[in-house]
């Protein structure tokens, strides 16, 4: 089985600053990982995902994460924040084989951008 | 217009009360599932539907029941609505795509309240 740990719930942050929310994950699989985000009022939109090669992987809206093998994170980071990044972030897995697709999710992360 | 909808978008309810959520989609996808979301606990799978006549639960399916009347619509159900079903569910579909891996799409939500 796997399982999602986001232990910041809540991140306070400056326009223009950096930002890094946090992602580790259990499996005794290989996986598949997502990064979503839900805007206020709206529905999960897909960010990033990770599934194989490059550890590295780019999303939308200036985001990316990287993806750490031996220490199990996913990391999600953007370089210089803006006050419409307001959101929940939440990061997902899921095994890469098997018959069923099922998404794990965190618990999930609110970030907030102050101007 | 949207791929993925959900009807309604707000409801209250009141204990005891049978109430039914509908999603439909317009992608073409063979899978679908149903999530609700509760502050601090993320996501968690409530029901998935593989096709028509594949239909499975999920980690909380006590107190709902499901419906995959056409390869477009997949409807929840609460029997008998209690309190501690408040909350935002989510409906999401997916199929294989070109990489094989079942990208979940979310639609809206619907904000359900039990009175």
């Known amino acids: 089985a796997q399982s999602v740990t986001q232990l910041d719930s809540q991140v306070p942050v400056f326009e223009e600053a950096p930002v890094e929310l946090r992602c580790n994950y259990s499996?005794?699989?290989?996986?598949?990982l997502f990064w979503y985000v839900q805007y206020p009022n709206q529905g999960l939109q897909l960010l990033l995902k990770?599934?194989?090669?490059?550890?590295l992987v780019k999303g939308i809206n200036g985001f990316e994460a990287e993806f750490n093998k031996s220490q199990t994170s996913f990391h999600l980071r953007k370089p210089s924040v803006h006050i419409s990044d307001t959101a929940e972030y939440f990061c997902?897995?899921?095994?890469?084989?098997?018959?069923?697709?099922?998404?794990?999710f965190g618990t999930g992360t609110l970030l907030a951008v102050q101007p | 217009d949207a791929d993925v909808t959900q009807t309604p978008r707000n409801r209250i309810t009141k204990t005891g009360k049978r109430i039914m959520l509908e999603c439909s989609q317009t992608?073409?996808?063979?899978?679908m599932y149903w999530y609700r979301q509760d502050p601090g606990l993320g996501l968690r799978l409530i029901y998935y539907?593989?096709?028509?006549?594949?239909?499975n639960k999920g980690e909380i399916s006590d107190g709902y029941s499901v419906s995959r009347q056409a390869q477009a619509k997949f409807s929840l159900s609460l029997e008998s609505a209690i309190p501690n079903q408040t909350a935002l569910y989510f409906c999401?579909?997916?199929?294989?795509?070109?990489?094989?891996?079942?990208?979940?799409?979310f639609g809206p939500g619907t904000r359900l309240t039990v009175t």
């Open positions: 539907s593989f096709d028509v006549k594949d239909i």
């Open positions: 997902a897995v899921r095994a890469s084989g098997g018959a069923t697709n099922k998404l794990i």
């Open positions: 992608k073409g996808h063979d899978r």
């Open positions: 499996s005794s699989v290989s996986v598949y």
């Open positions: 999401a579909t997916s199929d294989a795509g070109t990489s094989g891996i079942y990208e979940q799409y």
């Open positions: 990770y599934l194989s090669g490059s550890t």
